[in-house]
């Protein structure tokens, strides 16, 4: 029974130990045909571990490229925030009009454009000079400017609507000092009366002729006393032909009785001397210079001139807006005694600044808010001239105001993104499309270029493949010639600049490697007994013998 059971301890060993080295033979075995399967190079190179290399390198390829759409896609994301922030940052430059030159209105654009300058506003304002005020004519149609300072008095148009009342302009009839007239000559006295005879004789003329006279009646009190008077105008200024017709009319004295004469601010005072005119129009800041050196040329001494009233001035304000009645108190023309000596009632009108329509609103509401957190110091640098005031927004207000300018007077300016959200939401779901298209195109080239050269490089190990199993010369030399095929392309392309230094290493390394195996191949085939000649057989046959 003992010896039973250690026999069949035996063959359970033996069993054991068959199945163990079986197994071991077994993997040795398979890994021996692996082996064999593996075609090595005579300098052993694992030409299967290379090919595995390239395909690993294809598939880095293709993940690069995705790398590289997200890499484009943000350079070309932040390079249009970047433009977009230029072009919203960058100075705005406006073309602002206003004449003549020297006058207290150009010298407003001035300060105001190098105040701009100095705060390095995003605002930028070049003074367009022109030689006189600016007129109906100048903004209409197509213009050289894009804001002008134009009076209140003249029509406005629906496309130049105004961005801020810069004062209000009060309109002066100033009778002058006795003291400040000259005597008459003796050539004037005999002209006056050559003049005389000579209307008798022309009775069409006889309204025209007697407007021309000196007037000898009684002082000019009130408006309706204008008639076959001589009005001086002052010329380049606030006031205008204009302004009379208007005053004459709703007065109801005809215009043809009274003599107008436009008279340069520096000759008023020779032409009161000379007695040219019998009143002075003019018309400006309530204490700015202009009325202030019209009042000293009318004056003689502490002989004041007089003033003639517009009492009818609220009138005139509601039936032609936008002028309407003001009152001067006493002494705001200055002068000793004061001028004028009591209260004045007589007519206003504003003096705007006006911007084309179609300018665009954000960047218009961007120049009044500029405008308007800066008229405190330009009232400051224009002292008794300018007086910014916003104009009514209301629906029914007199004038037109710029889209751009109501969005600041009413808060209702648009920030960045929201002017321009949608636009980027919108960018942002179409941009990585068109990225992506174009990462694609682009990798297409590029990858399509990579790839031609890995095809180079597996051809070229396939050719090392081919060239251990061919089994005739004529198979040897085709792949000769589509390996020298490869080396001419590899050739071109290092020529070009279009192979990188590490390429060029392992292209380098695959010719030599299928030059190799070629040229063992070609050894091999020849000196195979068939391939040997019939007297080489021969003699080595006889050597053998001998031997």
């Known amino acids: 029974m003992l010896a039973r059971s250690l026999k069949i301890l035996k063959l359970a060993r033996f069993a054991w130990l068959r199945q163990l080295f079986g197994r071991s033979r077994h993997v040795q075995e398979s890994s021996q045909q692996k082996e064999r399967n593996r075609i090595v190079s005579a300098r052993g190179i694992d030409l299967d571990s290379i090919e595995e290399m390239m395909n690993r390198r294809l598939r880095a390829i293709w993940v690069r490229h995705t790398w590289f759409v997200i890499v484009i896609g943000t350079v070309l994301l932040g390079g249009l925030i970047g433009v977009s922030i230029f072009f919203t940052v ?24 190098e105040r701009l300058k100095n705060e390095h506003q995003t605002i930028r304002i070049k003074p367009v000079i022109k030689d006189g005020p600016v007129t109906v004519s100048d903004i209409h149609g197509k213009s050289e400017f894009d804001v002008a300072v134009v009076r209140g008095n003249m029509a406005l148009s629906s496309d130049w609507p105004v ?3 810069l004062r209000q302009n009060v309109v002066a009839l100033i ?34 002729k007697e407007a021309a006279k000196p007037s000898k009646s009684g002082k000019i009190e009130k408006v309706g006393d204008l008639a076959g008077k001589r009005v ?37 005072k020779n032409a009161v001397h000379d007695n040219k005119i019998d009143v002075i129009l003019v018309s400006g800041p309530q204490t700015g210079k202009v009325i202030e050196q019209a009042v000293l040329a009318a004056s003689h001494g502490k002989d004041a001139p007089t003033f003639v ?17 003001i009152e001067v108190p006493a002494g705001a023309f200055g002068g000793v005694p004061p001028v004028p000596d009591e209260d004045l009632t007589t007519l206003a009108y504003p003096l705007y600044l006006v911007a084309r329509k179609n300018l665009n609103e954000d960047k218009m509401a961007a120049f ?11 009232a400051y640098d224009t002292p008794g001239v300018i007086a910014i005031e916003s104009p009514s927004t209301d629906k029914d207000a007199a004038v037109l105001v710029h889209p751009g300018t109501a969005a600041y007077l009413g808060d209702n300016q648009k920030s960045f993104f929201d002017r321009y959200g949608d636009q980027i939401f919108y960018g942002l779901l179409i941009f990585p499309v068109i990225g992506s298209g174009l990462a694609g ?45 490869i080396l001419a392309t590899i050739l071109q392309e290092t020529e070009h600049g279009q192979l990188e230094e590490g390429s060029l290493a392992a292209f380098t390394l695959a010719i030599q490697q299928a030059r190799l ?31």
């Not at 009044?368 to 330009?378: E, N, P, V």
């Not at 682009?442 to 990858?447: D, E, P």
């Not at 007994?529 to 080489?536: R, S």
């Open 90 to 113: 960058k100075p705005t430059e406006f073309r602002v009009a206003v004449g003549p030159s020297g006058t207290d209105d150009a010298l407003f654009v001035e300060k105001f454009a």
């Open 163 to 165: 961005v801020a009342i």
């Open 175 to 208: 009778v002058p000092a006795s003291g400040a007239r000259g005597k008459p000559k003796a050539e004037e006295k005999a002209k006056d009366e050559k003049a005389k005879d000579e209307k008798d004789k022309d009775k069409k003329g006889k309204d025209k």
């Open 232 to 268: 001086g105008i002052v010329a380049s200024t606030d006031g205008g032909p204009e302004l009379l017709d208007i005053i004459l009319k709703h007065y109801g004295v005809p215009r043809e009785k009274v003599q107008s004469v436009e008279v340069p601010l520096a000759d008023l």
């Open 309 to 325: 009233e517009i009492d009818q001035a609220e009138g005139i304000g509601k039936r032609t807006p936008p002028y309407d009645k």
């Open 368 to 378: 009044s808010k500029a405008l308007y957190t800066s008229r405190q110091a330009l």
């Open 441 to 485: 195109v682009l990798g297409y080239f590029r990858a399509d270029r990579n790839t031609r050269r890995i095809r180079e490089m597996h051809r070229l190990i396939q050719l090392v493949r081919k060239a251990r199993t061919v089994t005739s010369v004529e198979e040897l030399d085709n792949l000769q010639d589509e390996a020298d095929t």
């Open 517 to 547: 195996a070629l040229t063992e191949q070609r050894t091999v085939l020849v000196l195979r007994p068939e391939n040997v000649p019939e007297h080489h057989r021969t003699s080595r046959g006889s050597v053998a013998a001998a031997e």
